[in-house]
């Protein structure tokens, strides 16, 4: 690493949370909805807590179903979900005396586990939503409003060694302080006890986990949690303002980082093996730059996460890469296998007789100094989401240290939340995911019909899709739709003409950066063009192989070190969209076919090179894909009609459906379903092969 002589800038501050509430707006909601509303307010307000983050409660009357009788109901937000975008139906709902009397089932901490399978006993009016962990921390406490909440200030006073002082000096007593306890029945226990022997307290500090605070209305426990958040934040960044975070910068930001972290992705993903691809998320905000190239990085790392919310997100530890060294594959190779034996025997000294299987043993997180984070995982949500936290992390260590030292989870503990049987529980009882999760695709002409229909295609099976085409409105306006179809993580889309090589590799280069590599090209940007040999202009035969022939070169060669990366994990695919053209001859439009022919051969070509490499290579050959198609709306369709003699608006379509063998029209989603298959593990065992979705044509016969 090259060290320089440190530089100490202002320290990233702590965002200052203020009231959002409408009381206009709360006026008009019920109870529950005012629940709802305080939660959606805390949850969408990063400087309050990170998503999935924290959990809210209040106590209300209800009329029981069975009974008619009004009963006390605790609403608390259920397993799982995100105070920030839930709705009602995220809530909990269990009658509290029921709750209350649990406590005759405890005998102490070992029934921490047991005592959560009591919790769907106590569940009013059927709800089906499951008890969070954290339920006996709000029904144990007698307020009728509890908020919990764990963000960055808050956590920065909880994982430091000053933090109890900290406190103190902040609150006066009026904020308790509990040691680290793991969730369960008896933190909530404990807590209550503690509350009880401690009256006028107006909230606690959990050690490790966050705060948790109480008021007897909505308002006043919003406003209260957003006061405490806001109260911890100046007090750290007073003492921010006069010290050099981290013990000060040795490294500075990379001006190349982005071109760096393109580079270096793919590679780290390829090394990754194991039962799922991994989808990375790079991020160079300030804060990853401000620890990764400060003098106490490296020490700092080492101790891990504290918050359970952000251990369980990003591993016991980060993995941690020297810049100058980035280059050498060997390097890389024995940095990920020296964390997988290193994970390995956390697992094992820390296994109880009972614990999991030891899960995928590949770092999360990489940190690189001057370069950023990068974060890997089996889905882009969660890669980017390990991110955050780890960003979060970050900010904990900073405030941490101003005030103290840095205390990261004790490691047993943290292999006891990791490996919790119930958390084991909750990751059974999830889906198996879908066929491409985990699979990056990048799609030329992505806004065109064809393009759009074979990434819909690959999205709905939960693939990760770069759009590429040269119409930079149009593919944005295709991104747009299926980021609010499939979401936002899963597409990207990239302005990209196949024929200049500067923005083919730029267009690789940000599919690498945004997803972690690639495992499959559709290269299907076109043209079409018809005339006569004596009307063919050079220019008009050079555009048809500039993009048709050309341009499928480029694309699959910058394609290819992307695509080789990944042999280790089972191989990668490239599909071209050929044309019925490339194999049948077609009259007065000689330069279209013999550009399509080419594109079709070097497929061939492609298919042997890239099989030693696990690269598979095959090409679908549609026809007359009419409706949907931009090609057909230009004069393509005039000059065909003209060629055939019938009209281009009302005849065209109708000409080439009776000109098939099987009378069907051809759409832009048949010709993604043979993309899609020769893109998947389907045809794992298929190369070189052309399949004609042409709903017939003896003359496109292969054989």
């Avoid at 940000?510 to 018809?530: K, M, T």
């Avoid at 230009?634 to 109708?654: N, Q, V, Y």
Wanted: proline share 5%; with cysteine; glycine share 10%.
């Amino acid at each position: 690493m090259n060290m320089q002589s440190p530089i100490s800038p202002a320290a990233i501050p702590f965002a200052i949370p203020a009231s959002r509430w409408d009381e206009s707006h709360a006026a008009t909601l019920s109870p529950a909805e005012l629940l709802l509303y305080r939660s959606n307010l805390l949850g969408s307000d990063l400087t309050v807590t990170n998503f999935g983050g924290g959990n809210t409660s209040a106590k209300l009357s209800e009329t029981d179903p069975l009974t008619g009788e009004t009963v006390q109901v605790l609403w608390v937000k259920g397993s799982g979900g995100d105070i920030g975008s839930m709705k009602l139906d995220g809530f909990a709902t269990l009658y509290q005396d029921k709750l209350l009397g649990l406590e005759a089932h405890y005998a102490g901490p070992d029934d921490d586990d047991k005592m959560v399978g009591y919790l769907p006993h106590c569940t009013f009016n059927l709800n089906g939503r499951a008890a969070s962990i954290d339920t006996p921390l709000h029904s144990l406490l007698p307020f009728a409003h509890v908020d919990h909440v764990h963000p960055d200030a808050i956590i920065a006073l909880a994982a430091s060694s000053g933090g109890e002082a900290a406190t103190r000096e902040i609150w006066g007593g009026r904020i308790g302080w509990l040691p680290w306890k793991r969730p369960g029945y008896t933190l909530g226990v404990q807590l209550r006890d503690y509350v009880a022997a401690h009256p006028g307290l107006e909230g606690v500090m959990l050690a490790g986990h966050g705060i948790i605070c109480w008021a007897d209305s909505a308002r006043a426990c919003y406003e209260h949690t957003v006061t405490l958040i806001a109260q911890a934040a100046d007090y750290l960044n007073a003492r921010l303002a006069t010290a050099a975070a981290f013990g000060g910068q040795v490294v500075a930001p990379n001006p190349d980082r982005a071109a760096i972290a393109a580079d270096l992705m793919p590679r780290l993903r390829g090394l990754m093996t194991g039962a799922r691809r991994k989808l990375g998320h790079f991020s160079d905000d300030a804060e990853a730059l401000e620890f990764t190239g400060s003098a106490r990085f490296e020490a700092l790392a080492a101790i891990g996460t504290s918050c359970p919310d952000h251990f369980l997100r990003t591993k016991i530890a980060p993995l941690t890469l020297d810049p100058a060294r980035l280059d050498d594959q060997a390097y890389l190779a024995e940095k990920i296998e020296a964390y997988r034996a290193m994970y390995a025997a956390y697992y094992t000294r820390c296994k109880r007789t009972n614990s999991p299987a030891m899960r995928d043993a590949n770092p999360v997180v990489v940190l690189v100094p001057g370069l950023g984070r990068i974060t890997f995982a089996t889905d882009k949500t969660t890669a980017r989401l390990a991110g955050e936290f780890y960003g979060n992390a970050i900010n904990v260590m900073r405030g941490a240290e101003a005030i103290g030292d840095y205390i990261g989870l004790d490691e047993q503990e943290a292999f006891d939340i990791e490996y919790w049987l119930l958390e084991e529980a909750k990751l059974q009882r999830m889906p198996a995911p879908k066929p491409m999760v985990g699979r990056i695709a990048l799609v030329t002409g992505g806004a065109g019909g064809i393009g759009a229909a074979t990434a819909a295609r690959l999205l709905r099976d939960g693939g990760c899709v770069m759009l590429a085409d040269r119409d930079g409105a149009v593919v944005e306006e295709v991104r747009a739709g299926f980021a609010a179809q499939f979401g936002k993580d899963v597409v990207r889309a990239v302005t990209c003409d196949v024929t200049d090589e500067a923005q083919v590799k730029a267009a690789f280069d940000a599919c690498a950066r945004e997803f972690g590599g690639l495992d499959v090209l559709v290269a299907n940007a076109g043209i079409a063009s018809s005339a006569p040999i004596e009307q063919t202009t050079v220019e008009l035969w050079d555009r048809n192989f500039d993009v048709l022939a050309q341009g499928y070169f480029l694309t699959a060669k910058h394609a290819w070190p992307l695509l080789k990366a990944m042999k280790a994990q089972g191989g990668t695919a490239v599909v071209f969209i050929g044309s019925k053209n490339a194999v049948a001859a077609a009259a007065g439009a000689s330069a279209y076919a013999s550009a399509k022919a080419a594109a079709n051969h070097l497929a061939r070509c492609l298919a042997l090179e890239g099989a030693p490499e696990g690269i598979r290579v095959n090409v679908v050959n549609p026809d007359a894909v009419i409706r949907g198609s931009r090609i057909w709306d230009g004069d393509w369709r005039k000059e065909r009609a003209g060629t055939h003699g019938i009209d281009p608006g009302t005849e065209l379509e109708e000409h080439y459906r009776k000109r098939s063998m099987l009378g069907r029209d051809v759409l832009p989603e048949d010709i993604a379903e043979a993309a899609y298959w020769l893109a998947s593990d389907m045809s794992a065992k298929s190369t070189g092969n052309m399949i004609n979705v042409d709903a017939g044509n003896a003359q496109a016969f292969t054989r």
